[in-house]
């Protein structure tokens, strides 16, 4: 008798442990799935932030970047940052969300056209059906700087 008992409370106990390495991978799976939909919000709202300042004319070929302020993201930190398309006429924006510091960003773009003010400042207005998740960019070189 006592021999089943010890048993029983032996098939038990590797069925607890089975089931605890179960709850600690799900654990890490919905951990790292949440600080991945805070990234891409801080993203979201980064370019949607960016497609609504009116900021100094960007000149040159390079990325220009800003911090959002700190109010405007969830938790973590988002920026915008913007330059020329290889398409005359055409900004490209692009959100960078980060959920946790040291993480890597998420990214989100969004072509638009600019329009100087008399004031020197630049007005972007985005292009319809112009958000991607991706950079709609030919060279691969010109997403990554």
Not at 16 to 29: D, I, K, R, V
Not at 120 to 129: H, S, W, Y
């Amino acid at each position: 008798m006592i021999l089943s008992v010890m048993v029983m409370m032996g098939l038990g106990l590797i069925a607890l442990n089975s089931l605890q390495q179960q709850l600690s991978a799900g654990l890490a799976l919905t951990s790292s799935q949440h600080r991945f939909v805070i990234a891409w919000e801080n993203a979201s709202t980064a370019l949607a932030w960016g497609a609504q300042y009116n900021g100094k004319v960007f000149t040159g070929s390079d990325w220009q970047c800003q911090a959002v302020p700190a109010g405007l993201v969830l938790s973590g930190q988002g920026r915008v940052c913007v330059r020329p398309s290889l398409r005359p006429d055409v900004f490209l924006l692009r959100g960078e969300g980060e959920g946790v510091e040291g993480s890597e960003p998420v990214m989100q773009f969004q072509q638009a056209s600019g329009k100087k003010q008399a004031d020197g400042t630049m007005v972007f207005i985005p292009l319809k059906q112009g958000w991607l998740d991706f950079c709609p960019e030919t060279n691969e070189l010109i997403c990554n700087g």
